[in-house]
Structures are given as C-alpha cells and as structure tokens.
C-alpha cells in the first residue's frame, strides 16, 4: 500500500521568509496529492492539491511542485506570516480514493 | 450547509466499556472515512465508505472496532470493549469521489481511563 514521508517535522522561520515541505510517496499509481493545514485544536482543512497531469500549481503565497519521476511533492509558502504557524500535512492516493497522510510538519512563524 | 457533523465532541469513558461515536457527511457526498490522530501515528485511516458499502477496513485496529453506515446521512464507530491506547481525536471526513479533497468533521477527542 501508500506510505508517505515528510520533512521536516518542525521548522521555525522569520515572518516575511519561504517555507517549504517535502514529502515522497510510495506507489507509483498515485495521482492526487492535497495538502491540509490543522491549527491547534481544530479540524485539519485543505488549502491546495495538486493533480498529477500537472507539474505545478499556484495559489495567491502557496504553491505546490510534483515530480512523478522522483515520486515527490513540495508546498511552498512565501511571505511567511504568525498566521500560517500550523501543522501542516501531506497526502497521497489513487483517484482521491483512500488518502494516507504524511507525519506532519509543525510549521512556526516568529514575527 | 453544515459541513461534516461529529458527535459527541468529547468523550471520556472507563475502561471496558462501550463507545459510540457518530458521523454525518456533507449531504451529496458519497465517501465517508473514519481517520485516528494521536502525536504518535499522526493521521490513520480506519475505514472507509463509499455509497454506504465499506470499501477498505484495513486501518482497523483490531476486532474491538467496528463501523457501520446504515444510509448516506449517517456513520458510526464503535468501540467495545474499549481500552486507554484507544485514547485519541477520532475524525470523521467526507467527499464527492472523484472531486477531491475531504472535508474534515470537528472530531472526537475520546479519553478511556
């Protein structure tokens, strides 16, 4: 089945700096990839996803890159501010079906 | 529309006894997934839904969990006998297959002592 990694587990940046998380899944027939942010306490939400027809995809400050050769994706955020502090996780799946999550990362952002 | 309905919202029960939780999707949606979150294992799907049939319980831990959907508007999860390491928030989410992403429930956060 899917197994998905992500890096980092925490990262810690100055508002105003880029941030960005990679993952890497498993199983090649992989071809949907969302990403959700979860603040403390709350339901974890959808803030971008990314098809694999498609290399890159933009979003006002955040974007996300998919290499299918390399069976990696990236979110990258710019112009960091105390708001974007969440967790932030990946995922991956066939035809939206049955997404398998990444670890985590605890993104903080210090005015 | 309401978005994913959780309940109850927190629970705390003693160990050994039985717990429900319930789910109702986004009306229109037809795949419903259960997913445990703990800091250990971060986010497990359990089980899931499509057009109230089970498709995958492969997540589920063990016998002592079972899940149902009897019809689109509703989900269960049920815990019997319960145990402390079933401690955890317990998400219901729910989606229109083939469109994308889920939308999350608020979740349950369970506590067995």
């Known amino acids: 089945g899917e197994n998905v990694e992500q890096h980092p587990s925490t990262l810690s940046v100055q508002e105003g700096d880029s941030a960005v998380i990679k993952c890497t899944y498993s199983?090649?027939?992989?071809?949907?990839f969302p990403w959700y942010k979860q603040e403390l306490g709350k339901r974890p939400q959808l803030i971008i996803d990314?098809?694999?027809?498609?290399g890159e995809k933009k979003d006002q400050r955040i974007a996300v890159t998919l290499n299918k050769t390399a069976k990696h994706f990236s979110l990258h955020i710019t112009e960091t501010q105390p708001e974007d502090s969440a967790v932030y996780f990946c995922?991956?799946?066939?035809?939206?079906?049955?997404?398998?999550f990444g670890t985590g990362t605890r993104l903080q952002v210090f005015p | 529309d309401a978005g994913v309905i959780q309940s109850p919202r927190h629970e705390v029960t003693e160990m050994g006894q039985e717990v429900t939780l319930r789910c109702k999707p986004i009306?229109?949606?037809?795949?419903l997934f259960w997913y445990r979150q703990t800091m250990m294992r971060g986010l497990e799907l359990l089980i899931y839904?499509?057009?109230?049939?089970?498709?995958?319980d492969s997540g589920m831990p063990e016998d002592r969990f079972s899940a149902k959907m009897p019809n689109a508007s509703f989900s269960t999860l049920k815990i019997q006998p319960s145990e402390p390491r079933d401690s955890a928030v317990y998400f219901c989410?729910?989606?229109?297959?083939?469109?994308?992403?889920?939308?999350f429930g608020s979740g349950t956060r369970l506590t067995v002592v």
């Open positions: 989410a729910s989606s229109l297959k083939g469109s994308g992403g889920y939308t």
């Open positions: 199983d090649s027939a992989s071809n949907y």
């Open positions: 990314i098809r694999s027809n498609v």
């Open positions: 995922a991956a799946a066939y035809n939206t079906d049955k997404l398998i």
């Open positions: 009306s229109g949606h037809n795949s």
């Open positions: 839904f499509n057009n109230n049939v089970p498709i995958d």
